[in-house]
């Protein structure tokens, strides 16, 4: 992760409530001193820190980002804000069960400045988008997506504040859904719910 772990603290709130249906096992980031290994440690949650400069290459780096990960067992990976692309052995392992949030209506605006190419190129509404994470720059299945309007005197700042407002309810939701309803996969069609 690198923001400041909004997203990860709203998951964290609601994992508190035990009718929510999923609980926070660890919590990884690929540098140290951020706020949101603060936060998880706060919530008395493991943390561990997976840096691409302490390994030989990218490939190594990425394997033990997926041993790291793979500890603890989860049924369920959220990269949230996470702003690294996992590659092949991370998604041998985690593909299909990792979750990532974008801040645009994807397929519009991929890539790390969401909010920005949206404001830049005028559209009027654009959003959040989370989808399970696969190989490309954002293009994986979409899980869910909510829209927000672009006004006129919108800044990059204002108009991802706004996008990530909606984005956190919209992660906790569909994560809280995928936990206690599972999802169903066809074609690239997500749907909420066992087959
Ligand atoms: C979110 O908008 C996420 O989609 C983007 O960066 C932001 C991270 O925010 N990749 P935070 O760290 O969860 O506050």
Same mark, same amino acid.
């Given at each position: 992760?690198?923001?400041?772990? *909004? &997203?990860?603290?709203a =998951? #964290?709130?609601?994992?508190a409530?035990p009718?929510?249906?999923a609980?926070v096992?660890?919590?990884?980031?690929?540098?140290?001193? /951020?706020?949101g290994?603060t936060r998880?440690?706060?919530?008395?949650?493991?943390t561990?820190?997976?840096?691409?400069?302490d390994?030989?290459s990218?490939e190594?780096?990425?394997a033990?980002?997926?041993e790291?990960v793979?500890?603890? @067992?989860?049924?369920?990976?959220v990269?949230?804000g996470?702003?690294? =692309?996992?590659?092949? *052995?991370?998604?041998?392992?985690?593909?299909?069960k990792?979750l &990532? $949030?974008?801040?645009a209506?994807? +397929?519009s605006f991929?890539?790390?400045?969401?909010?920005?190419d949206?404001?830049?190129?005028g559209?009027?509404v654009?959003?959040?988008? =989370?989808f399970i994470?696969?190989?490309?720059v954002?293009?994986?299945? /979409?899980?869910?997506?909510?829209s927000? +309007?672009? @006004?006129?005197?919108? $800044?990059?700042?204002t #108009?991802?504040e !706004?996008?990530k407002?909606? @984005?956190?309810s919209?992660?906790?939701?569909?994560?809280g !859904?995928?936990?206690r309803?599972?999802?169903?996969?066809?074609? !690239?069609?997500? !749907?909420f719910?066992?087959?």
């Amino acid at each position: 992760m690198s923001g400041s772990g *909004t &997203n990860l603290q709203a =998951l #964290l709130d609601a994992c508190a409530s035990p009718d929510f249906g999923a609980e926070v096992v660890a919590v990884g980031a690929d540098r140290d001193a /951020i706020q949101g290994l603060t936060r998880a440690s706060d919530a008395g949650i493991e943390t561990f820190v997976r840096k691409v400069k302490d390994f030989g290459s990218r490939e190594e780096w990425d394997a033990a980002l997926a041993e790291s990960v793979a500890a603890y @067992e989860p049924d369920l990976v959220v990269s949230a804000g996470f702003m690294k =692309l996992v590659g092949e *052995t991370f998604l041998d392992r985690f593909g299909g069960k990792t979750l &990532n $949030t974008h801040p645009a209506l994807l +397929p519009s605006f991929p890539g790390m400045h969401g909010a920005r190419d949206a404001l830049d190129y005028g559209v009027k509404v654009t959003g959040a988008t =989370l989808f399970i994470v696969d190989a490309g720059v954002d293009t994986g299945m /979409i899980v869910d997506q909510v829209s927000v +309007p672009v @006004e006129d005197d919108d $800044t990059e700042e204002t #108009l991802h504040e !706004r996008i990530k407002v909606v @984005e956190r309810s919209m992660l906790v939701e569909s994560v809280g !859904r995928i936990a206690r309803e599972g999802y169903t996969v066809d074609g !690239r069609r997500v !749907r909420f719910g066992r087959a």
